[in-house]
């Protein structure tokens, strides 16, 4: 497959009006970001999870009278240092695409700490009709260490921190944000010509004058 075609097309659908890129190269984001985060952030990653549940009423306890509080938010994923810090990450194809609510209810995770975080999921988990997608996600918890087999918080309530990751960064950012001209970078120092990931630092660094 040629990869140079394949990240060009990616580069002219990506400006169309309705096209949505993010959910098109996530995946690939996601695969590289344990050990991008590790070099960003200087300490090794033992985890990562996709699409971590945040519960409304969780972050908001005035909603828990509702009958939405066990809806939740969305953290695209979810990294555990070897620190035991608990990294959560958003993920944006556009800088435009950063919204001030979004960065509200991560800033309320923090505060609310990876405790009352996990024992969010683990209500949601009870109630969801989902019950295998979340004995999943419930498992990769357990085989982080972050529950017990009794479906309890197992201690590890080091602090959050929020990452983006997105094209620039803008003066009004606030937290810790990893560029993609700085991905672009990292891509090709750590695999130099290989085609695929040379296409894709390419369209990263396109993508990072969005």
Same mark, same amino acid.
């Given at each position: 497959m040629n990869w140079t075609d394949y990240f060009s097309m990616m580069e002219d659908w990506k400006e169309l009006p309705a096209y949505r890129a993010e959910p098109r190269i996530d995946s690939l984001i996601g695969f590289y970001l344990p050990d991008m985060l590790a070099d960003f952030c200087g300490e090794k990653m033992t985890g990562i999870i996709p699409e971590l549940p945040l519960r409304l009423g969780t972050l908001k306890p005035d909603l828990n009278e509702k009958t939405y509080a066990d809806k939740s938010y969305k953290v695209d994923f979810y990294l555990l240092g070897a620190s035991g810090t608990h990294y959560f990450v958003e993920f944006k194809t556009d800088s435009g695409s950063r919204r001030d609510a979004q960065d509200a209810?991560?800033?309320?995770?923090?505060?609310?700490?990876?405790? @009352?975080?996990?024992? #969010?999921?683990?209500? *949601?988990?009870?109630?969801?009709?989902?019950?295998? =997608?979340? %004995?999943?996600?419930? @498992?990769?918890?357990? #085989?982080?260490?972050? *529950?017990?087999?009794?479906?309890?918080?197992?201690? =590890?309530? %080091?602090?959050?921190?929020?990452?983006?990751?997105?094209?620039?960064?803008?003066?009004?950012?606030?937290?810790?944000?990893?560029?993609?001209?700085?991905?672009s970078k990292w891509l090709t120092d750590r695999f130099g010509q290989s085609d695929f990931e040379a296409a894709l630092a390419k369209a990263l660094a396109h993508w990072a004058m969005d």
């Open positions: 209810y991560l800033d309320e995770a923090k505060q609310a700490g990876m405790a @009352a975080v996990v024992n #969010g999921i683990l209500r *949601i988990a009870s109630v969801s009709s989902y019950k295998k =997608k979340y %004995g999943h996600l419930l @498992a990769k918890l357990l #085989g982080l260490g972050l *529950i017990y087999r009794d479906d309890r918080f197992a201690g =590890k309530a %080091g602090t959050i921190e929020i990452v983006y990751v997105q094209p620039r960064r803008k003066e009004d950012d606030h937290g810790r944000v990893i560029d993609f001209l700085w991905v």
